[in-house]
């Protein structure tokens, strides 16, 4: 992989897991997530500003693909990049992966801009399209 | 007990459980606040109209007694009454139980009214103190 | 819809909601799952007793598209439904409604029984197969 | 504070926080026992090898103040020390500041260890109680 990529890392925290033992799976969504706020806090758009300042980016779709178990304590990494942008909406994808390189799983969340009024799809702002064209493997 | 009281019913779910195999402790707040919402509802006094009119009633303080393992699929009960009513503030407790009535775990929040602007404490709303009031064990 | 499908409702709680102002997308899957639980409840088959005898079960996708705003407060119906069942693994379908019907979210999970040893796929076990079979829509 | 004290940072997330646009209270009392698995980590002590070995460590009692809003996108710094170690039982505390040092909320978690048959008190493993000791106060 190249430097271009954004890369966040987390340790799988107690609450993160179920009683099953390994990650519950909906917690793998958060942690995506986290990285995706963690990608915008790093090109100086912290979600915070974009919720305050609009537009709302709403997610309209997430998917996740468990690949191995995934303990409590154990170190990961997320590699993010921009699978998609359009004209309204972008696509992330996330490869979650241990200190060994081995992938575990794998999310994608996609993402539309909308007017605060009316809902109405509207152009993604020029600076998140910077930050997401930064994120795209080429 | 009496029939003044509120009971809030719920199964535990596997995102309020942990690896440990028994309830993560967080979650047993979270119920406790479901409870409180529930309370809130049944009053004619939906959380998301408090939010959206105010005054704002944040929480200030939040503690809870874990008195027996809490597992997966248990059916539980909690009670909820008011046990402090001030000016501009109030107390909460909640008793869980099992479907035996043994208890299980006891929490106790305690939210305070302020003013949307600048945060200074206000009068309970007229309409939050008679429904308080309701849910005294006297 | 006929009566052979299994409905799980319940109210959009604080926990549920973010920022943002409406349902965390993470909570949606939550929420999704706790109807799988429901409904394996209903069959006689706790998630507890399949996480004690197995075999494990894990989630190997999980997906959901967001349709309409979803707020604090609102009450929901989930119906679920079996979309695929085969040898080892089934794959089910939620359909997220409020009190008018009006769809508001969809999600799809698939799950694989596993031996316990090697983590190698076996058959589903019967009476989850017979509690399947009951939520297929014909 | 001197430097034999555990600190532990991190950002506020989206999933942290709810339709009242600040942190969901039960969310801090997670953010303070992700200070304590760090901890525990720094000890090498992971959590999971003392659910894995035993003995069981069950949170007995957890509480938080509120002492400030906390918002989307805050970095926040959590504190933690080790205000009574018994026989069989510790307290740990834990502040939660600003970048500027301003305290925001502070939490307290009460921890006993029991056998694993029989959930006796049992004495703390040494390697543990060596670890809460070099996060006391004197």
Redesign the interface.
């Known amino acids: 992989m190249t430097d271009s990529l954004f890369e966040y890392g987390f340790?799988l925290?107690?609450?993160d897991?179920?009683?099953?033992?390994?990650i519950?799976?909906?917690?793998l969504?958060?942690r995506a997530?986290?990285a995706y706020?963690?990608f915008l806090?790093a090109n100086g758009l912290?979600?915070?500003?974009l919720?305050a300042q609009g537009p709302?980016l709403?997610?309209?779709?997430?998917?996740?693909?468990?690949l191995a178990?995934i303990?409590?304590?154990q170190a990961l990494r997320v590699r993010l990049q921009a699978a998609e942008i359009g004209r309204s909406s972008f696509t992330l994808e996330y490869l979650f992966v241990d200190l060994q390189d081995r992938p575990l799983a794998r999310a994608r969340?996609v993402h539309v801009a909308l007017a605060a009024g009316n809902g109405t799809p509207i152009d993604l702002p020029q600076a998140l399209r910077t930050a997401l064209d930064g994120a795209v493997i080429r």
Do not use: K, N, S
């Open positions: 340790t925290r107690l609450h897991t179920d009683a099953a033992g390994v519950y799976f909906a917690r969504m958060q997530h986290e706020e963690a806090d912290p979600l915070a500003d919720i709302a709403p997610l309209v779709h997430a998917e996740a693909d468990f178990p303990r409590l304590g969340t």
